[in-house]
């Protein structure tokens, strides 16, 4: 059975082929360190997440190289620090730091690799000069330009004409240029500029463009020719069309990337996310708002890769809601999973394999978990189905905490949200409802229900409900809880 993959580059669904089945070459857009990471940006690391679990599941866990940049020299980069009146490395290693932090919270894998812009300069440098060489590319101002139309098959990732592209984008139109479509591959710096985002070059001091970082660091460490480049849809122009005509002209035979994969917009409730609209969200603003990462990344994962997702309410509700029941299904059987070691080669539910097979199907995969919860919910012993969800979560990046840490909360992760205030007679002052004080507080009110102290019971009931702490009785006399 093979993965299919849908190819922006050909417009079809392909049976994807790696050139070395015990070498798959992924490349995928890493972050600009200078700003936290929003919604859209979590949305391209979780989905590319998924699919490197796919691949390692397919050929193998030590078959995969994933490589995924660190962009720390760019003009955003120069500009934020300028703003704070920080030192550039300053602002990039915390927001590197932040990045780690954050999409860690979401279950990502780290990457095979992760390189740095600033290590790799010189390999920026022999690419440029190569392309000079073979007429692709001119100096010019104290820029190196990259000249668009000496690739024929520009804009054909993108579908469009040069013409229309150049007419619909705002590039720079700079006196220059030969043609406004050329794109920079070096630039001059600035009098001013902090000297970490100044480098020697045969043009002179300066930086490299953006679009020829992602061209060096993919050639370095997964050659000319590799199997997937991923990015969100935005990037499709101009950014990964200028890696591939830089990338193709400078090593002439290659194909570059074979399969070009991109991931769809992120919206937030219904509108397109910007500072100005003021609906600006990063990871950590969810975050921060209590909503676990496992959520967060559920949630990205719901609709259809390819799609445009929207963030809502609705949406995080839902995933929520999913979570809750399938955690509910594991809890029952979570001594015997947890000590089970899973293989990752098995992916036992045929409908959930063949929908990641297909495209990475993850609606329809989660479709198939449902119908699996389903069925564990309806016998009563059911550790078949358990299992099966277990695995399957698993596969997906979830299920990382235990069900008491999912239904009790964890107030060391979350301890700034789960710092509720109880407004309780017995409590004169601030206080947060702590795991051993809601036991005790449960133990006490199964006490007043034996003495039939009915008053007393039903005040702890609501006193913990208006905390957003559930209690649930059970047959045999016990009671167990959860936060909402
Ligand atoms: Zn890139």
Not at 225 to 240: N, Q, S, V
Not at 330 to 342: C, E, T
Not at 394 to 412: A, R
Not at 421 to 428: C, D, L, S, Y
Request: hydrophobic share 35%; proline share 4%; glycine share 6%.
């Amino acid at each position: 059975m093979s993965i299919y993959l849908y190819n922006t580059l050909t417009r079809h669904k392909e049976e994807f082929k790696p050139a070395d089945a015990k070498n798959v070459r992924m490349y995928v857009c890493g972050p600009t360190v200078y700003d936290r990471p929003h919604l859209g940006n979590a949305r391209s690391v979780v989905v590319y997440d998924v699919l490197y679990r796919l691949l390692r599941h397919v050929y193998g866990e030590n078959h995969v190289n994933y490589v995924r940049n660190i962009t720390d020299v760019d003009d955003k980069i120069n500009a934020a620090a300028k703003a704070n009146g920080e030192p550039i490395s300053a602002l990039t290693k915390r927001v590197e730091g932040w990045f780690h932090d954050d999409i860690a919270a979401l279950n990502c894998l780290p990457p095979t690799n992760e390189p740095h812009a600033t290590a790799h300069i010189a390999e920026m440098i022999a690419i440029i000069e190569k392309l000079i060489a073979g007429g692709h590319a001119y100096e010019s101002a104290g820029h190196v330009l990259f000249r668009v139309e000496s690739y024929k098959d520009y804009g054909r990732l993108s579908g469009r004409k040069l013409e229309e592209l150049i007419a619909g984008s705002r590039v720079e139109v700079e006196s220059y240029k030969e043609n406004p479509g050329d794109f920079v591959l070096w630039k001059p710096s600035d009098a001013g500029d902090d000297p970490s985002s100044v480098f020697p070059s045969p043009w002179g001091a300066g930086r490299p463009g953006w679009h020829i970082e992602c061209s060096a660091m993919s050639c370095k460490y997964l050659g000319d020719d590799f199997d997937i480049h991923g990015g969100g849809a935005d990037l499709m122009f101009p950014h990964h069309e200028n890696e591939i005509a830089q990338s193709r002209c400078s090593a002439p035979h290659s194909h570059f990337a074979k399969t070009w994969v991109h991931n769809g917009f992120l919206t937030v409730n219904g509108e397109k996310m910007s500072k100005s609209l003021g609906n600006f969200t990063t990871v950590k603003n969810v975050l921060d708002q209590g909503i676990r990462g496992e959520v967060i990344r559920f949630a990205l994962l719901s609709s259809h890769y390819r799609s445009p997702l929207d963030w809502n309410e609705k949406l995080i509700h839902d995933a929520k809601k999913t979570l809750d029941g399938w955690y509910r299904v594991i809890k029952r059987y979570y001594d015997i999973l947890n000590n089970q070691s899973f293989d990752n080669s098995e992916l036992d539910n045929s409908e959930f394999r063949a929908a990641l097979y297909d495209d990475l199907n993850l609606p329809l995969a989660i479709s198939s978990m449902h119908i699996i919860a389903t069925s564990a919910n309806k016998i009563i012993d059911n550790q078949v189905a358990a299992t099966s969800l277990f695995k399957l979560g698993k596969f997906l990046g979830l299920f990382s905490l235990t069900p008491d840490e999912w239904f009790k909360g964890n107030h060391v992760i979350y301890a700034d949200t789960v710092n509720f205030i109880v407004n309780a007679p017995e409590f004169t002052a601030e206080v947060s409802v702590t795991n051993p004080k809601i036991d005790e507080l449960v133990a006490e009110r199964l006490e007043a229900k034996k003495s039939k102290n009915w008053a007393r019971a039903d005040e702890i009931r609501k006193m913990l409900s208006s905390q957003g702490i559930i209690l649930e009785d059970r047959p045999d006399g016990t009671t167990d809880w959860r936060r909402e």
